[in-house]
């Protein structure tokens, strides 16, 4: 490797997607922050194809200051593969994850540093404060409570990507082989030791966010699909709960036959054992019809981002 790489203590990732007025104020606030820790780091922007010529200002940025790369991806990936990009070419010894839009503020950075160096191989930020809107902060409330029920993780709505992570831990991150990313799911997969601390969070300076319901619900069941065989194991148990229900029907019905009850012989049974099973039998394909698309997404082994052009090699 090389030496100056190798010399490198902090690499700073942050995926660039509709926020072009604040990239240079990204920089200039990281930089200010980097350079009062007095260590060696770099700074590596990842260009999810923004609409608002975001990677011409990371270009005037790079020519000026060899401490930042850019990366510019063909098409927009999303978020988690935009980090995926900027994690495969950073070399510093600690990766600082955020985002470009100055929520995750730069100077928190200092108080995630200090707090790894007492011995943690990863520091979370967590924003016990929220400045988000109200539809904001109760989806992502509902999305992670769903994904950690789902996936079987423990999940903190007040935790997103903003933290600071040895670089052990990103190369194992680097290692997880699924078509589907999810940054937080896979920092807690791969464990290592971790605590969360309280950052300032803050209010959106421009824009909105790019996440709407629907996206957050297909971010939630690539996810858990990617992660857990949750919803096949909760298949068995439905179809069990209506065995069940099917045996007391059955009792029902021949308690109801031998006392005179039934006026139209088999309707009864005939109706709710169409339905019930109909339905059940339905559910339980998609369910499996959805694994096996997963399956077969994996099986074609494409890349999970493609890079269209960078600032500098990396």
């Given amino acids: ?32 922050v980097l350079e009062k820790l007095n260590v ?14 975001a990677w011409d200002t990371i ?28 994690l495969d070419h950073a070399h510093g010894s600690w990766v600082v994850v955020m985002d470009c839009d100055l929520q995750d503020q730069p100077e928190e950075i200092v108080k995630l540093y200090e707090k790894a160096l007492e011995g943690y191989d990863i520091v979370l930020a967590r924003r016990s404060i929220r400045f988000d809107n109200y539809f904001k902060k109760m989806s992502s409330k509902i999305f992670y409570t769903m994904l950690g029920y789902f996936s079987e993780t423990n999940q903190d709505y007040t935790v997103g990507n903003f933290g600071i992570y040895k670089h052990i831990v990103i190369e194992n991150i680097l290692k997880l082989g699924d078509v589907n990313k999810f940054f937080p799911v896979m920092v807690q997969w791969v464990g ?40 096949l194991r909760m298949t068995v148990k439905a179809g069990l709960f209506i065995v069940f229900l099917s045996i007391l ?18 309707w009864a049974s005939i109706f709710i054992s169409l339905w ?33 052009e960078t600032t500098h090699e990396l």
């Fill in 40 to 53: 060696q780091f770099e700074i590596i922007l990842v260009n999810d194809a923004s609409p608002d010529n």
């Fill in 192 to 231: 290592f030791k971790s605590i969360k601390i309280d950052v300032q969070h803050a209010e959106r300076k421009l824009g909105t966010t790019s996440y709407s319901f629907s996206k957050l619900f297909n971010l939630a069941l690539n996810t858990v699909l990617s992660f857990s065989d949750k919803p």
């Fill in 276 to 308: 019930m099973l109909s339905g059940f039998i339905i559910f339980t394909l998609g369910i499996v019809g959805l694994y096996v698309g997963k399956t077969f997404d994996k099986t074609k082994n494409r890349p999970v981002y493609i890079i269209k």
């Fill in 59 to 86: 270009k005037q940025i790079a020519a000026k200051d060899k401490r930042v790369k850019g990366i510019n991806l063909s098409r927009n990936f999303g978020q988690h593969y935009a980090i995926t990009a900027g």
């Fill in 1 to 32: 490797m090389d030496t100056t790489l190798s010399a490198l203590q902090i690499s700073v990732v942050s995926p660039v997607y509709g926020c072009s007025l604040l990239v240079y104020e990204l920089y200039t606030r990281l930089v200010a």
């Fill in 249 to 266: 029907m059955l009792i029902f019905q021949l308690w109801a036959y031998f006392t005179g009850q039934i006026t139209v012989p088999g």
